[in-house]
């Protein structure tokens, strides 16, 4: 049962719409109330129940940046669209809360691999969005943003690799490159031209967890600058070689070549991050070659990741790639990455913190967009 003032608010909120046929779109979009509510412990303590949960959303949530997951994308949306001409200021907003709800969602990115439809897109611009695609390794989930620098918000489409490594993506053996190679065909063949801007994100995992698995296999245990420069160097030849193909299907125009990310995790946790990402059947082997190779502290890993890098830009700029440079900008005036993008995790994650990289981030994706 609601308040008086909570049943006030959500009038207010929908007002023009028929509350019955909203609570239907929303729900054909895969919202459930009690997810939404078990992911707010503030919901929880104010003794909202499910039903309420459902009319904060409608009321409040949507507008509120909250953090929930949906059904797969793109499932109701066109539903949610249709109302705008009754609410369209509400709508709207109303519109990119589920997308990006249903945006987070794994399974999204399995529906996107088999190709994005057209009317997907347009629905998205209809409605004020800016849809680009994102495929690279886990790294790919600091592209979903909601911030807007413009009149249009920023619509990612995640493809998500996990674990992949740009090394790889030329085997013929790769799975996460011939995936890729296969979606860009299809759209390739599609009825309607493709049109959307590529982010590509891979690298991160070469430059850090990769090396050091590729130095354990080796026997390398001492490290070397010059050793690390000549993984980065066939790493990034790799990675060329598969951007070959790639721009072979679609047009080059179109590729964003993403950086890596500066390194993160602290010196204290970064044993435990490399082996949380290895095979369970490899943890103990590799455990026990860690104490016997030496690694790099986190500022010599955040050169080496610049090291990486300045390959990968000159390996753009060889073959008219647009380079998106997600590096600099989180470095502070000692060349280290800035303790502000991974002080919200302590150090103990290899991901850049995400409140903390929200402006720069969207920053840098409006630009890249554009470019």
């Not at 909601?146 to 013929?172: F, H, N, Q, Y």
């Not at 190679?181 to 299809?186: G, K, N, S």
Request: glycine share 6%.
């Amino acid at each position: 049962m609601l308040s008086r003032t909570e049943a006030a608010d959500l009038a207010e909120a929908t007002a023009g719409l028929d509350l019955d046929k909203l609570v239907d779109c929303v729900k054909a979009c895969g919202f459930d109330e009690n997810s939404y509510l078990l992911n707010h412990p503030d919901l929880q303590s104010a003794g909202t129940d499910a039903a309420q949960a459902l009319f904060h959303f409608l009321a409040h949530g949507y507008a509120e940046n909250r953090t929930f997951t949906c059904g797969v994308l793109p499932n109701g949306l066109d539903g949610i669209r249709s109302l705008a001409r009754f609410n369209p200021d509400y709508i709207v907003r109303l519109f990119r809360s589920l997308f990006f709800a249903q945006a987070r969602n794994a399974r999204t990115a399995e529906r996107l691999w088999k190709g994005i439809d057209p009317g997907l897109i347009e629905c998205l611009r209809a409605m004020g969005g800016s849809p680009y695609v994102v495929i690279g390794d886990s790294h790919v989930s600091r592209y979903l943003r909601r911030t807007s620098l413009d009149e249009r918000w920023l619509a990612a489409l995640p493809m998500v690799c996990d674990g992949g490594s740009a090394i790889k993506l030329a085997d013929k053996h790769s799975r996460t490159g011939k995936r890729i190679l296969q979606w860009a065909r299809a759209m390739a063949d599609a009825e309607h031209s493709f049109n959307l801007p590529v982010f590509l994100k891979f690298g991160g995992i070469d430059a850090e967890f990769l090396w050091m698995r590729t130095r354990i296999r080796r026997g390398i245990y001492r490290f070397s600058v010059a050793e690390f420069t000549d993984f980065a160097y066939e790493s990034v030849a790799c990675y060329g070689r598969f951007l070959d193909a790639l721009a072979n299907l679609m047009d080059r125009r179109l590729l964003r070549i993403c950086a890596a990310y500066p390194a993160v995790l602290d010196d204290a946790n970064w044993a435990a991050g490399f082996l949380s990402v290895q095979r369970a059947s490899d943890q103990g082997h590799l455990a026990g070659e860690l104490k016997k190779t030496e690694i790099p502290d986190h500022s010599m890993r955040t050169h080496l990741r610049r090291l990486y890098n300045e390959y990968l830009m000159d390996m753009c700029e060889a073959k008219s790639l647009a380079f998106v440079d997600d590096f600099s900008p989180f470095i502070d005036q000692d060349g280290n990455t800035d303790e502000l993008y991974y002080a919200e995790h302590h150090g103990r994650d290899f991901h850049m913190g995400y409140d903390a990289t929200e402006e720069r981030m969207v920053e840098i994706i409006h630009a890249s967009i554009h470019q």
